[in-house]
């Protein structure tokens, strides 16, 4: 996740242009790496976190649980800040570090210039107060004693300094001291050079470059005097159009999932389907809204879906045996022929025989057969021996056609599950395919989870280009609601054939719809299955009044005929088209 020195530029522009003159009314530190600070006059507060996994500075829309009793650096920032007036935000060295100028009324009635040091680096991330007038650390959210870092302490009451940064500020360097530098970096690709000399450059960018200027795509020794010379004026204006840039993007994975976000369009990730913000902190919000949503769904459900994987590979396993044996059985008519031909046969057959080569009267081109027979029966007995073998597999058949079909829904079903919950985004829709394997008897819910209510699911929502509504399910009960609840006769049902999937509903004009709507509608129904990531994907399509409810089946599975069939590659930039923000 790219919070580079371009991001940190962005958001200080956007701090400085929002703050400047504002007052501090009220701080809260929600977790034990983030404060939340409220200015006098704004709605959204400014969420300040220097935790490893998402460091970051934003104003944010999101709402907070914080504790009964605030931290002791909690009390301190409000003690020091509540009632000071931001002067000013401004980022140091083009570095991932945004600094907070701040005026405040001290204990004794005197105005004290403050800093408040927002350091976004990672594991080494921090939120540091400092008093400007001997730029002393009055706190840090992190302390950093002598024993975890000999190059620079965090501690109260010690003198603060800068993160460590010997690169050079993109947009105020000297020529010679940035040639020389990477003139040294002389076996190292470009973009590493690149990224060893200038402050605030992620890899995401450095590559990104490349794309722009593939001429550079090669080591610094193997580059002209020429090249060398032109290098750091190209990629400064490269890094000046990125910051200049209005369109702050995340850039989303095929199954929908958010993979990244920069400042500006990043040429890594062409291919990808953008979401564009005008305000950085907007896409940071949705960002790790999103993240964190997923992330503790994933946690908190990760031995379900560990348990139920190991369920469908069981149940896959146990169909491949049962279709063998019916693939077996269903010779078994080669026993019945065995036994009549050696009837025919008795006088050629003697007692102590292995097997017996006769002329075949059921092959029509009237060729010979050898027939395996047991050293231990006469010919009458080896006759025998064939006929029972054809009566238990005639047996064996009708019993083997009950298990394979339960076998089918139960992976279809254990399938259909998995599909759901590794794809849920919340709680809401886990719970719901935890209670669907409860009530097959699949697994058995914690304590005290019956009672509780399960929240609404809302489908998944489209609105084709010319204005027709595509709904799709995100659960097997949802699915059997649009199924046979919410469509209508002249609705066309879809659903990607031999994948988990949901089911789909192109929502018609009284039977009438167009082919952009029916291609738009395959679309989505690609996506929403776990085919998503495949080519020539077959759709099955039919009016949904062909669709029948298989009797005593689980929710969501279903029969249909008269269907036609579309081969889909999926075009995540039609989806990113039609598929509505807010599901239903």
């Known amino acids: 996740m790219p919070f580079d020195g371009i991001a940190a530029h962005a958001a200080a ?30 709605k959204d507060p400014l969420l300040l976190s220097a935790s490893a996994e998402s460091p970051r500075a934003q104003f944010t829309g999101l709402s907070f649980d914080n504790p009964e009793y605030p931290p002791s650096f909690c009390m301190l920032l409000r003690k020091y800040l509540i009632g000071g007036i931001v002067r000013d935000v401004r980022q140091y060295n083009f ?33 540091i107060l400092v008093d400007k007038r001997d730029m002393k650390m009055i706190d840090a959210v992190k302390h950093v004693s002598g024993l975890k ?40 690709e470009v973009k590493t050079a690149l990224s060893d000399t200038f402050s605030g450059v992620s890899r995401q960018f450095a590559e990104s470059f490349l794309r722009i200027h593939p001429e550079y795509g090669k080591k610094i020794s193997a580059i002209t ?11 400064a204006a490269e890094m000046k159009k990125a910051c200049d840039s209005a369109q702050n993007c995340i850039y989303i994975e095929p199954d929908g999932k958010y993979r990244d976000f920069s400042h500006s369009s990043y040429a890594v990730y062409e291919g990808y389907r953008i979401k564009s913000f005008s305000r950085i902190s907007e896409m940071l919000d949705e960002y790790y809204r999103s993240k964190a949503q997923n992330d503790t769904v994933r946690e908190r459900y990760s031995s379900l879906i560990r348990s139920l994987s190991t369920l469908y590979d069981k149940e896959k396993r146990k169909l491949d045996v049962r279709e063998k044996e019916r693939a077996e059985a269903e010779d078994s008519g080669r026993y019945n022929m065995y036994g009549n031909l050696i009837l025919s046969n ?38 025998n021996a064939y006929f029972r073998k054809y009566d238990r597999a005639k047996k064996a058949l009708a019993h083997l056609d009950e298990l394979i079909a339960k076998s089918r829904r139960d992976t279809e079903f ?25 009530k097959e008897g699949w697994i058995k819910l914690p304590k005290n989870s019956k009672t509780v209510k399960p929240a609404k699911v809302k489908a998944v929502r489209f609105v084709s280009p010319d204005g027709f509504t595509i709904l799709a399910g995100k659960n ?18 879809l659903h990607v054939k031999d994948y988990p999937a949901a089911h789909v509903i192109l929502k ?8 952009e709507a029916l291609y738009a509608a395959a679309q989505a129904a690609v996506y929403c299955s776990a085919a998503a990531d495949s080519r020539k994907v077959a759709v099955d399509y039919t009016p949904v009044e062909n669709v029948r409810k298989i009797p005593q089946s689980t929710p969501g599975h279903v029969t249909y005929t008269k269907q036609k069939t579309l081969y889909i590659d999926p075009d995540m930039n039609l989806i990113g088209a039609i598929k509505e923000e807010n599901d239903g």
């Open 225 to 235: 005097g020429e090249e060398l010379r032109n290098l750091p004026g190209i990629f």
């Open 508 to 515: 018609t004009n009284n039977g009438s719809y167009s082919e």
């Open 149 to 188: 870092s000999s190059v620079r302490k965090v501690m109260p009451n010690f003198d603060y300094s800068y993160p460590p940064n010997e690169k050079l500020d993109p947009f105020d360097y000297d020529i010679s001291q940035a040639l020389g530098m990477l003139s040294l970096s002389g076996e190292k």
């Open 95 to 127: 570095d991932r570090v945004i600094l907070f100028d701040i005026e405040a009324l001290s204990s004794s009635g005197i105005m004290v210039p403050l800093m408040l040091s927002v350091e976004i680096m990672g594991r080494y991330s921090n939120i």
């Open 346 to 383: 008795l006088y050629k057959i003697k007692k102590g025989m292995e097997s017996i080569t006769v002329a075949n009267f059921y092959d029509e081109a009237g060729g010979d057969i050898e027939i395996p027979l047991s050293v231990r029966l006469n010919p009458t007995e080896n006759a």
């Open 476 to 493: 097997s009960r949802q699915n059997e609601e649009l199924t046979f609840k919410t469509a209508v006769a002249g609705d066309i049902w």
């Open 414 to 438: 254990l399938g259909e599950q998995l599909y759901f919950l590794t794809k849920a985004e919340n709680y809401a829709e886990a719970a719901e395919v935890e209670r669907a394997l409860f």
């Open 13 to 42: 522009r956007e701090f400085r242009e929002s703050l400047t003159g504002c007052k501090i009314s009220r701080v809260y530190q929600p977790a034990r790496e983030e404060i939340v600070i409220y200015f006098a006059g704004r």
